[in-house]
């Protein structure tokens, strides 16, 4: 099986999306391929660090509706062993730390670059904005530094943030996560790991129907 993820690394549902499709997959015990595709959100440029609570206060109506947001967000996230700190996080534009993902994925390490990036911004009050720091996650997978510093300098990569994006508009996507299995079936949100199982379990047993035929 296979399944392309479209996400954005600030969404926190897509923080939790990627951690129950981890948990459906190991429960289910079919083999599947998992690609995480690129998404944005917010294209808008962030010119100097700013802490995300202001940024979402001023979008989201204001300081007491975004903490009540973030208080059920952080107990859901908790329930699936994810540390949330919103009070350290901080605004960034994810145009290049998508772009060290793909890089990543290129090395074997997608999905631990992820996995760095997003506690990086949930939990540990990184600026994933920052080149140096976006590299210093790199080496911390054990990817060469200097060489993940490089490339982001660079720009490479771009064209791979463009085209997952220009895809997510052909399918249509306008919301993150979104799970596309076997280029055929689409998945929304952060759905919990039972729903995604039931799922999987009728993606294969439809692709049998179909192959008899």
């Not at 090395?107 to 990086?120: I, K, P, S």
């Not at 085209?163 to 055929?184: E, K, N, W, Y």
């Amino acid at each position: 099986m296979d399944i392309q993820v479209w996400s954005d690394i600030v969404c926190p549902w897509c923080y939790l999306g990627k951690r129950r499709l981890e948990r459906a997959l190991a429960e289910f015990g079919a083999h599947a391929s998992v690609t995480f595709r690129a998404y944005q959100l917010d294209r808008a440029p962030v010119p100097s660090p700013v802490p995300l609570k202001a940024v979402l206060a001023a979008r989201f109506g204001g300081p007491a509706r975004v903490e009540r947001m973030w208080a059920q967000f952080t107990q859901v996230a908790a329930a699936e062993g994810l540390t949330v700190e919103f009070e350290r996080a901080v605004a960034a534009n994810t145009f290049d730390a998508h772009r060290l993902i793909s890089w990543a994925a290129h090395h074997g390490r997608q999905a631990a670059m992820l996995d760095a990036v997003q506690r990086a911004h949930f939990a540990d009050g990184i600026d994933i904005g920052s080149h140096p720091a976006l590299a210093r996650l790199a080496g911390a997978i054990g990817l060469d530094e200097a060489a993940a510093l490089a490339h982001l300098g660079s720009g490479a990569g771009a064209e791979q943030v463009h085209a997952d994006q220009a895809a997510a508009d052909r399918l249509g996507i306008t919301s993150v996560p979104t799970f596309i299995v076997d280029g055929r079936y689409a998945l929304q949100g952060a759905q919990e790991p039972a729903v995604l199982r039931a799922a999987f379990e009728e993606v294969l047993r439809r692709e049998a129907v179909d192959s008899r035929r």
